[in-house]
């Protein structure tokens, strides 16, 4: 349901001044493959939830995210702030898991990037297109198909209704099983009013736990390059 935060992060920057390379941080679930024969891996019900998620996701343009990893022994390994500004705009912090303090922050525009570390900014250049859309992709199980040759296996549970930050959310167990591997369970928060994910729980079969929360859809900031405006 989400590529891995490697690819926002841990793979952004080539530097003529060679950027210090960072942690890895948990990977996130692999996106189901979809296959170009088969039937649905959703009953025609699921597919129409999930095809309403992915649309309602089509229309963020801003959004601010946390993403905190947890070891098998629930020891927090990895902490990241982030602000999206889709396609192509982020401004990410990440911070000791210790302390707390913040320890590195990225801004990205575009194909420029700058890292920093203390008080120095360092310009790097974006190796790949980013996409930041995919920090939350409910279209990747609308597109997983199942076949005689394999496929990914995908089932959804509805659980009771919660709240999170104070918006009533539907609660949805998700699996998803690509073929050959393990499963991912993954428990998601949807808000009833307007489809938009809350909180998303992702847990792996070495029980490491990765949670991302979503929150300020449409909030009025800016992210710019270091040294200019930003709010």
């Known amino acids: 349901m989400l590529r891995s935060i490697v690819l926002v992060l841990a793979v952004l920057f080539v530097s003529a001044c060679s950027l210090p390379q960072q942690p890895t941080p948990t990977p996130l679930p692999p996106t189901p493959t979809p296959f170009?024969?088969?039937?649905?891996?959703?009953?025609?019900?699921?597919?129409?939830?999930?095809t309403a998620w992915a649309d309602a996701w089509?229309?963020?343009?801003?959004?601010?995210?946390e993403i905190?990893?947890?070891?098998?022994?629930?020891?927090?390994?990895?902490?990241?702030?982030l602000a999206v500004i889709l396609p192509d705009r982020l401004h990410a912090v990440q911070y000791d898991p210790a302390s707390g303090q913040p320890t590195q922050e990225w801004i990205i525009v575009g194909d420029a990037g700058w890292v920093r570390s203390g008080d120095r900014w360092q310009l790097g250049q974006i190796q790949q297109p980013l996409d930041l859309a995919s920090l939350y992709?409910?279209?990747s199980l609308a597109a997983a198909r199942t076949g005689p040759n394999g496929g990914t296996s995908v089932t959804l549970e509805e659980l009771p209704a919660e709240t999170v930050s104070g918006i009533l959310c539907e609660k949805w167990a998700i699996t998803v099983t690509p073929a050959?591997?393990?499963?991912?369970?993954?428990?998601?928060?949807?808000?009833?009013?307007?489809?938009?994910?809350?909180?998303l729980r992702t847990e792996y079969p070495d029980g490491s736990i990765l949670i991302l929360r979503y929150w300020g859809f449409e909030d009025?900031?800016?992210i710019e390059?270091?040294?200019t405006s930003e709010q």
């Open 36 to 50: 170009p024969e088969g039937t649905p891996a959703l009953s025609p019900a699921d597919q129409a939830r999930v």
């Open 58 to 65: 089509a229309t963020v343009q801003r959004f601010r995210a």
């Open 68 to 81: 905190t990893a947890y070891d098998s022994s629930g020891a927090l390994r990895q902490r990241l702030e």
């Open 137 to 139: 992709d409910p279209s």
């Open 180 to 199: 050959g591997q393990e499963p991912n369970q993954l428990i998601l928060w949807i808000g009833q009013a307007d489809q938009l994910p809350r909180q």
């Open 220 to 222: 009025a900031f800016t």
């Open 225 to 227: 390059p270091p040294g």
